[in-house]
């Protein structure tokens, strides 16, 4: 069996889960990888045959997108000669972790196509929402990498389709312990502009930054590092607590972990405004904005105990099943 396997390339949690997937995949079908979008860290740890600009989003500074850089990113008329060039036909099934080119180009070829990801979870009415919808990016969500089927990725399994996390071997491996420090992940946010707001909270913080370039540095009680795998899968578990967007890949690995957890959802970014509701149905504390009130509530949660242990399941070997007799 001869498969496409194609991979969102913003962000890290598309990379991260789908190198789990292809340790299994490889060993029982022959797997090319295309990824497209370069704004992701991570190292897929597999050879790419595609590299390809993609359609993505670019992470603001102030706690949101970026929009007018996403947009100078953007090409659509590249988009659309890779999605009409890339020989799809040339392969068996493809896959596709929130990624549009593979996704469209099988569609309009007529190959078939299985969508894996967190993004298709929330195709379905029974995932938590915020009572404010937003139809629009509703709409784009179910359109911008469509599938013929789906495998849901979420907290919970809300619906048939729908799995829990995919959580790394590095973290499954890693040793669990309190050091007493707090690992904070927000990479729509300046470290510089938390640092103001961090420092005030007389605790240890281990901030990475995605803005941040340079080498690791501590002043006071903040460090800063740029984002990278080992330092902070050894931060993650061995902190207190985690600090970060309300994304999904990384508030999972906490929950697996037993950590305690605030998430701040980025500014109208839909997805993780259906995140952090499902969060707070887990008992997770959701600030939405960081306002007048974040210091009190951030202190709040630094003396609070309550943690959400998740016991997730490798469900990878089940997942790649299912992709093998789709």
Request: contains cysteine.
């Amino acid at each position: 069996m001869k498969i496409l396997f194609g991979i969102q390339g913003t962000g890290n949690g598309h990379i991260v889960h789908s190198r789990e997937i292809l340790k299994y995949l490889v060993k029982k079908a022959e797997v090319d990888v295309l990824v497209s979008g370069l704004h992701h860290e991570v190292d897929l740890g597999f050879d790419i045959k595609y590299k390809l600009r993609g359609l993505g989003f670019m992470f603001g500074r102030k706690g949101g997108i970026d929009y007018w850089k996403s947009i100078r990113f953007a090409n659509p008329l590249k988009l659309v000669s890779d999605i009409y060039s890339l020989p799809v036909h040339e392969y068996d099934l493809v896959l596709s972790d929130f990624e549009p080119i593979t996704a469209w180009a099988s569609k309009l070829k007529g190959i078939p196509h299985m969508s894996i990801s967190h993004q298709a979870s929330l195709l379905s009415s029974k995932v938590p929402r915020p009572d404010q919808q937003n139809r629009f990016q509703q709409f784009v969500m179910k359109w911008y990498a469509p599938g013929d089927s789906l495998v849901g990725l979420h907290f919970k399994e809300y619906d048939d389709f729908i799995t829990t996390p995919i959580i790394r071997q590095e973290i499954r491996d890693s040793e669990v312990k309190n050091d007493g420090h707090y690992t904070v992940y927000l990479p729509s946010y300046d470290e510089r502009y938390i640092t103001q707001i961090l420092k005030k909270i007389d605790v240890s913080w281990e901030i990475f930054s995605k803005h941040y370039k340079g080498e690791p540095f501590s002043k006071d009680n903040i460090t800063v590092c740029r984002v990278d795998n080992s330092s902070f899968v050894q931060s993650l578990s061995s902190c207190q607590g985690l600090l970060c967007n309300a994304g999904f890949d990384t508030p999972a690995e906490a929950l697996y972990l037993g950590k305690k957890l605030m998430v701040i959802p980025m500014k109208r970014q839909y997805e993780q405004e259906c995140n952090a509701e499902a969060l707070k149905g887990l008992g997770i504390p959701v600030v939405n904005e960081i306002g007048k009130d974040f210091s009190s509530r951030l202190s709040d949660w630094v003396n609070s105990s309550f943690v959400h242990q998740a016991n997730y399941k490798n469900n990878v070997p089940q997942i790649v099943d299912r992709i093998l007799n789709y």
